[in-house]
């Protein structure tokens, strides 16, 4: 948290550098404390009864738990689409017009302190994102921070709760979804390895240092993957004890809206990849637009960083909320993967 000059001196003093645990310890602890504070204190901006769009205070989960990556880490108006995002981008099955996508309909629900990145000057650039050929090895890795995650019980996706909309079945959690999103990439060409790792359970404090060093092991075991999807779904209560849903109907299909969130430098830490996450969410956000305009909510930018300072096509997945069915859930990844997977298929080089 020092500047430069102030965190040399204190470096270089014996007698400051040995507080140094101790305070790592005080700060440590008010992040777990954040992390657990209730999600009933979460009280909608607007009219709730308005689905269609981004209607809720941000998250609980995904906003304070991304404080627990610190602990593991030291410190480090509208405009048409132009240049590559002009022209129709099609992949396997899917073929979407970006040029039709205008900069006024990217929201950005900033909660950054000190950035404020215009959304037309960053939907201009390209993220420095490379993607080798399937043939080379995988692209993709899909991976889950807090894999327990769950939706409302519905027909007969019912479950075992590890928790409260938590549970440890793989076939009604965050791999489930993952699994989906897997099966589409896939389907569109690409090589995708899916982690089932728990990281969030038995203990759900820490979680997103273990999740750091499982997607630094997945990257040394495969140099050739450079997007990392950290798949998650949202928490929306109301004080007075209400689940909020984030649905959209799709060709008559009740799908959850998907909500991508990037992580900045704006808390303290080095991340120098941000930008290139931030202008590769703009393109995820405007493919999604060009697939159905009720699809994505606001992109949520982050002073946290969210480990997605590890490549620069790192970005965390939010598919719908606790108060959406796992059906719902599993359309919108569906829906999320096709219109990720035109964005993609742009920065993958020839064999």
Same mark, same amino acid.
């Given at each position: ?10 470096d ?13 310890? $005080? ?22 009864? +308005?689905?269609?769009? +981004?209607? $809720? ?5 995904t ?19 132009? $240049? ?6 099609e992949t396997?099955?899917?073929?979407? #017009? ?13 909660h ?19 993607l ?15 894999? *327990? ?7 007969? #996706? ?11 079945d ?24 899916? +982690?089932?790792?728990?990281? #969030? ?26 997007v @990392? ?13 209400? @689940?909020?849903?984030?649905? *959209? ?5 009740? @799908? ?22 931030? *202008? ?12 159905? +305009? *009720? ?7 982050? $002073? ?14 939010? @598919? ?32």
């Amino acid at each position: 948290m020092l500047d430069g000059w102030a965190a040399l001196v204190v470096d270089q003093s014996p007698v400051l550098t040995q507080g140094k645990e101790a305070v790592s310890a $005080s700060l440590t602890q008010q992040e777990e404390t954040a992390d657990e504070r209730s999600e009933s204190d979460l009280v909608p901006e607007t009219d709730p009864a +308005d689905q269609s769009g +981004d209607t $809720s205070a941000p998250e609980t989960e995904t906003a304070s738990a991304s404080a627990e990556a610190e602990e593991a880490e030291e410190q480090e108006s509208e405009t048409g689409a132009e $240049s590559e995002a002009e022209a129709e981008t099609e992949t396997e099955g899917i073929t979407l #017009d970006l040029s039709q996508v205008k900069t006024s309909q990217i929201k950005v629900d900033n909660h950054t302190e000190g950035l404020n990145p215009s959304v037309a000057d960053y939907w201009e650039k390209e993220p420095s994102l490379t993607l080798q050929p399937a043939s080379a090895g995988p692209q993709i890795l899909i991976m889950h921070t807090h894999a *327990t995650e769950a939706y409302t019980m519905d027909g007969d #996706d019912v479950y075992t709760e590890s928790d409260e909309s938590r549970t440890t079945d793989e076939n009604y959690n965050m791999i489930r979804v993952g699994e989906e999103m897997k099966a589409v990439f896939e389907e569109l060409g690409f090589s995708v390895v899916h +982690d089932t790792t728990t990281y #969030d359970y038995p203990g759900y404090n820490g979680s997103y240092g273990r999740s750091l060093e499982g997607v630094q092991s997945y990257l040394e075991q495969y140099p050739t993957i450079q997007v @990392v999807l950290d798949v998650h779904r949202d928490a929306l209560i109301g004080s007075d004890g209400t @689940v909020y849903a984030k649905t *959209t109907a799709i060709d008559e299909e009740q @799908v959850a809206q998907v909500m991508l969130v990037v992580g900045t430098d704006d808390g303290g830490l080095t991340h120098h990849n941000w930008e290139d996450n931030f *202008t590769l969410a703009l393109k995820l956000q405007g493919a999604m637009l060009a697939l159905d +305009d *009720t699809l994505p909510r606001d992109i949520d930018l982050r $002073s946290q960083r969210f480990n997605q300072h590890l490549t620069a096509g790192s970005l965390l997945v939010e @598919v719908g909320t606790s108060g959406n069915t796992l059906q719902e859930a599993l359309a919108g990844a569906r829906l999320f993967a096709r219109a990720a997977g035109t964005v993609y298929s742009q920065y993958v080089v020839s064999s």
